[in-house]
């Protein structure tokens, strides 16, 4: 069964910077693409970045572009979002999931871990 | 705003049958890409219930039903149960945005 935890989340001040990590179990790891996923408190889902296998495509939605860095360990069968220069609205649950698709485009999330809350706030 | 637009709220009694619209446009829906439904029960994480359209994840009970057509697509829910109250999110996929998306999500009480 495929399975994923998320860590590293907490409080931080605006203009901070945060790792989440997100450990994964019950799976081929390295064989699929992953992505970040968050909520903001009491609102819709928003999708913020997509990493390949091998690490060598990554995107982002416009509002973290360079800000935000997704990475990944196939060894270690992890995977990370580096956050900085964060913001008020940045504050969310931030969930890991696995993305399906056969191409770089399209796909569904599946599954997602249970999310780690991030709050940047002064 | 969300690019995908979706009732803010629908209800309906135990063994009736809803329906929740996804309405996108030709830079998502309507150009071919998939939509995908989720479901995320009150203090969990989303779940994938539907995907490519209209197949259902192993495991979701054959009330659960997706269909696309155009630029709008559908989940239709029978039999409404008292555990199917939840916020449901439909997705795709943008290329204009060059973004995957989410509808701004329904919640579903059963009355």
């Known amino acids: 069964e495929m399975q994923l935890v998320e860590s590293g989340g907490g409080l931080v001040q605006p203009g901070g910077s945060l790792r989440l990590s997100c450990a994964a179990s019950?799976?081929?790891?390295?064989?699929?693409?992953m992505s970040w996923v968050r909520q903001a408190p009491g609102k819709g889902l928003e999708w913020v970045a997509n990493?390949?296998?091998?690490?060598?495509?990554?995107f982002y939605v416009d509002s973290v572009r360079g800000r935000f860095t997704i990475s990944r360990d196939n060894a270690e069968n992890s995977l990370y979002l580096q956050m900085n220069s964060l913001r008020a609205e940045d504050t969310a649950v931030y969930y890991c999931?696995?993305?399906?698709?056969?191409?770089?485009?399209?796909?569904?999330?599946?599954?997602w871990g249970p999310g780690t809350l991030v709050t940047v706030s002064s | 705003q969300s690019v995908l637009t979706q009732p803010p709220s629908v209800s309906g009694a135990p063994g009736q049958r809803v329906t929740i619209s996804c309405t996108g446009s030709?830079?998502?829906?309507?150009?071919?890409?998939?939509v995908h439904w989720y479901q995320q029960l009150p203090g969990t994480a989303p779940k994938l219930l539907i995907y490519?359209?209209?197949n259902r994840r192993s495991g979701v009970p054959d009330r659960f039903s997706g269909s696309k057509s155009g630029t709008s697509a559908s989940l239709a829910i029978t039999g409404l149960q008292a555990d199917d109250e939840a916020d449901y999110y439909c997705?795709?996929?943008?290329?204009?945005?060059?973004?995957?998306?989410f509808g701004g999500g329904t919640k579903l009480t059963v009355l």
């Open positions: 999931a696995v993305r399906h698709a056969d191409s770089s485009t399209g796909g569904s999330f599946d599954p």
């Open positions: 019950g799976f081929s790891f390295s064989n699929y693409w």
């Open positions: 990493i390949k296998q091998d690490g060598s495509e990554k």
């Open positions: 030709r830079s998502n829906i309507g150009t071919g890409y998939a």
């Open positions: 490519g359209n209209n």
């Open positions: 997705q795709s996929y943008d290329i204009s945005l060059s973004a995957w998306v």
